[in-house]
Structure formats: C-alpha cells, structure tokens
C-alpha cells in the first residue's frame, strides 16, 4: 500500500513539475507534429518501437526536419534533422547540448564513466588523453591487422563452402563479423588475441552476442514510460535504480560489464607489465597509457576512467563495424549488378598491385578505388547503425535552420527558440536520408551519387567523413571513425573479392531492429537474436 502511494505521489508531482514547466517558459506549439497517441506516452511508442528510422522517415515527410512531438507526460520533445540546426547543436555550441541524465546512466552500465559517458570539461580532458591513438598515421598502421582478421575468417568460409554440396552455403553474417571485428578490435586496440573466429565460446564474444537485442530490443510501453521519466530523477538515484533493479534486462546488462571489466582489468595488468619491460607495442591502449602519463595529475585518467575506455573501445569498436559491413552485404545481395561492379574495381586492383611487384592492399589502393569508397559511404548513409543521438538544451537557445519549416497556420518559422531542458533527439537517419541534401532518391541505396556532384558535400559542414552524421560531428565526433573506416575497408575488399553474396528465402523479411544500435532481425524470429541469413559462393576470378 505504501509503495502504491509512493508511485501515486511521485507521479502527481510530476504532473504538477511538467505542467508547471509547459505554461512557464517559451512555448514550441508553434512547431509542427504528430498528434499524440496518450497524455501518459505521447508518441514514443511510434518512435521507439517500429524499425529503426521509420517513424523518422514518415514525421520528416509529413512535417520537415524539425519536428514537435509528444513524450510521457504531455512533454515537448523535437526531432532535428536539419543540417544548419545539427551543426549548431554539435559543433557550434556542442557542450551546451549534453546528454539526456537517463541516457548517462545507461552509457555508464554498459561501459563505465569513459568518454561516451563524460560530459563537459571531464569530455575535454578524456577525449584529450585519447586523441593520439586514434590520428592519421595510428589508424593507417592497422591496416594489415585488420585485413589478417579479415582472411582469418575468409578462411573458415572456405572451409565451409568447400565441404558443403553445392559449394555454396547460408551463413549467419552478423555472428561472424561480430566475431571476426572483436578479433580485429582486441589486437589493434589492446595487442590482445581473443581468437574469437575459431572459438564461438569466447566469454567476451558470448556474452556481446545478442546484447543489444536482448537489452533494447522491443520495449514495452511500460518499459518505454519507466525511462521516459528517468530524465525527471536525480542521476543518483537513477544509478542506484539501475545498478539493484531486478529487472531482467537490468541484469543482462549488469553481467555483460562487469565481464568486460574483468577482462579490461587482465589486458591491463597484461599491458603494464609488458610497458614495464619496455615491450610497449603501438597499439590503442599503449599510445593512451603513454599520452595519459605525460599529463599533469590533474588532467590524467583515472585507473576506473582507463578500464571504462577500454570497455567503450571493445563494445564501440566492434559492434558498430560489424553491423555496417553485414548492411553492406545485404545491399550487395539485394544488388547483383553493384556487387559485380565493386568486385571489378577489386580484381582491377589487385592486377595492378602485383604489376608492381607487390601483394597487398595499401591505403594509396583504397584511396584509388572510387567505388569502392562510394559503396561504403552509400552503406554508411543508408544504413547507419547509430541512428539517434540523444541530447537536451542545456539553456534557453534558438535553433538556426537551413531551410524553413511550415507552422500549422501556415507561418514560415526561420528558426526555433527552444526552452531549456528540451529533449532532441538529432535523427542521424533522417538527416542521412534528407532530400535537400543527398536527392528525390535518397532512400535508395545509388552508390553512384557519390561519383557525381553529391549534394551531400554542400551547404552546412557536419561530419567528419563524407559530411554524414554517422560518425556524429563537432565536439562529440566519432573518435575512432578513421580506424573504422579502414577495418570497414579491410573486410569488404576481402570478403566481396573471395565470395558472391546472394539473398535467401529470408530476405524480404529482414528488419532494422532499434536497439540502441540498428541490428539486423528476421520478422517473426526475434527470439533468434540478430540474424542476416546469405547465400555464400566463392566468387569465380574471371567473372
């Protein structure tokens, strides 16, 4: 009875606090929007629970790049899409637009108080320490590493297609790259061997498999309204909540960190006894234990801020990667005639690399394979695996716009006063996917436009590879993109220039399942966890 009161209590005051706030401050009403579908929810069930983008796509069709909506409690929120708002909002006055405290704390279990979980002047300071193993020529020296990962697992594919009858076999693409990116992330960043590939029980790989899904997967309304009001609570309370809730995919959660804290503490204690005999190699880690030694007390990293980098590291730098290049093969599945294409500038390559006299792929080879580049950017804007960023307006403030949007009377608004406290969700999807910018056929997947004059390299400068938000952009950019897009690089040219990829009696019913990150699920197979089902052939040499 007393825990009925409590929760009745609780939510009367937040009735109270919202409506409070709704009436005292500048109003968004003006900013046009979807209907609400409950007082209690708004309209996050749309948001959150279709495939990732949808509700995106449609609110940006019907209403333009700012978007009103409604979250739990009658609560104003926006969806921001448009270029010149974007590049206010992470650029411009980055560190006035923090992250939601609800989103905080899920950041902290997942992987510690490390540079996704840090804000302001702590942001500053770890992104500082961090920098130096992941510049130019640091990235540039994995590439080998990465392509050695890459054939490890090329060669388990062989093996597969070579005992199967009609040398060609359905493959799971997602549990391998996951597997094989894991591998490829534990050597580059820590000189740690998982051998993941060959060995499916790797306690790190097990538990990563099938996280997000088992974690953000297909949220309840309920589940929907219990975080909606987390960004009410002091950011103490919502730690002691999560870290003793009972709730199972609290618990689910708890163990994946604290697994990959115990083996974040072994590659430590590993790594300083190796620096200690003057074994220090260049990788990730060893460059940030250098830099982070050469600061003042006051701007080191703790002992808990080096494991949660490291936790961040493993989780950020495989699954992101790993999901890209399993989209990237379902598009090229979906389209022959692109796969055939990028297969030639691959074979073209590899002809005039042993014309030298050499074997392998060099970054000068990727930066000479136009199309090559062209598919991976089209894969990154078409199916980029963060789709939503999270922040609020840390102070009264007003959105510049690229272009104006229509208020229901019919108003031209030219720009957005937005009270503080406003959510915004930065919709990377939607922005990826904004006609102004990359065309009337920007949900088609049309590697080509990027050989052309992309509308996409125009206008308001955001991100910091092809001017997409997949990466983010400003003060909170992806500080690993250069190594990613080289791993992303490393795996396609492998794997499309050894095997011929093609769709399954599953395909028509693969989804962009939103959890957290956009992973690939089979409709009707949810329980199956991630999943993307391809036909695999060893791709013939003369085609």
Not at 211 to 228: K, R, V, Y
Not at 235 to 254: A, C, E, F, I, V
Not at 314 to 328: D, I, K, M, R
Request: glycine letters at 8%; proline letters at 4%.
């Amino acid at each position: 009875m007393g825990q009925l009161f409590l929760a009745a209590s609780f939510t009367g005051f937040l009735l109270v606090y919202v409506c409070y706030r709704r009436y005292s401050r500048v109003s968004l009403e003006k900013v046009p929007g979807p209907k609400p579908a409950s007082f209690f929810l708004g309209n996050l069930c749309e948001l959150y629970q279709g495939q990732a983008g949808e509700a995106d796509f449609k609110w940006q069709d019907l209403y333009g790049n700012v978007v009103r909506y409604k979250g739990a409690l009658g609560q104003d929120a926006l969806m921001v899409s448009d270029p010149k708002a974007l590049q206010y909002i992470y650029q411009t006055s980055g560190y006035h637009f923090p992250k939601l405290p609800d989103r905080r704390v899920l950041s902290r279990m997942l992987n510690g108080r490390g540079i996704l979980w840090a804000e302001g002047d702590d942001h500053k300071r770890q992104r500082k320490v961090m920098l130096p193993g992941f510049g130019v020529p640091e990235s540039k020296a994995f590439l080998m590493l990465f392509k050695r990962c890459a054939e490890s697992m090329s060669a388990k594919w062989m093996e597969i297609i070579g005992n199967s009858e009609d040398q060609s076999t359905v493959l799971n693409i997602p549990s391998w790259m996951s597997r094989a990116t894991l591998d490829a992330i534990g050597e580059a960043a820590f000189d740690y061997r998982f051998g993941s590939v060959n060995d499916q029980n790797n306690p790190l790989a097990h538990t990563y498999t099938n996280m997000m899904t088992d974690i953000f997967g297909s949220p309840s309304p309920a589940q929907i309204f219990l975080q909606s009001i987390g960004k009410f609570l002091p950011m103490s309370l919502l730690d002691y909540m999560t870290d003793h809730g009972k709730n199972r995919r609290l618990m689910r959660m708890r163990e994946t960190s604290s697994i990959a804290k115990n083996i974040a503490r072994d590659m430590v204690k590993e790594k300083a006894e190796s620096l200690l005999q003057g074994k220090g190699s260049r990788d990730v880690f060893s460059l940030l234990v250098k830099a982070n030694m050469a600061e003042d007390a006051k701007a080191k990293l703790t002992e808990e801020e080096l494991l949660s980098q490291m936790s961040t590291i493993l989780f950020a730098g495989h699954e992101t990667t790993s999901n890209t290049v399993s989209w990237a093969l379902l598009e090229l599945a979906k389209h022959p005639e692109i796969q055939t294409k990028l297969r030639s500038e691959i074979r073209n390559t590899e002809a005039a690399i042993h014309a030298r006299g050499e074997s392998e792929f060099t970054i000068g080879d990727f930066d000479a394979m136009p199309y090559t580049t062209a598919v991976i950017k089209e894969v990154l804007r078409f199916h980029c695996v963060a789709y939503h960023s999270h922040r609020y307006a840390g102070r009264d403030d007003v959105l510049p716009l690229s272009k104006p949007i229509v208020a229901a009377n019919g108003e031209l608004i030219h720009e957005v006063p937005i009270p503080k406290g406003t959510p915004i969700v930065a919709s990377i999807a939607a922005y990826n996917r904004n006609k102004d910018l990359w065309g009337e056929d920007a949900h088609t997947f049309n590697p080509d436009r990027w050989l052309t004059d992309a509308k996409g390299r125009k206008g308001s400068s955001i991100g910091v590879y092809g001017n997409l938000m997949t990466f983010l952009g400003g003060v909170r950019s992806c500080i690993g993109w250069r190594f990613a897009v080289i791993e992303i690089q490393a795996f396609l040219v492998e794997l499309v220039g050894n095997f011929k990829f093609s769709v399954t009696e599953k395909t028509d019913r693969v989804r962009r399942e939103a959890c957290l990150v956009m992973a690939p699920t089979v409709e009707g197979e949810l329980e199956k966890g991630v999943q993307l089902p391809l036909m695999v052939s060893v791709a013939e040499r003369d085609e």
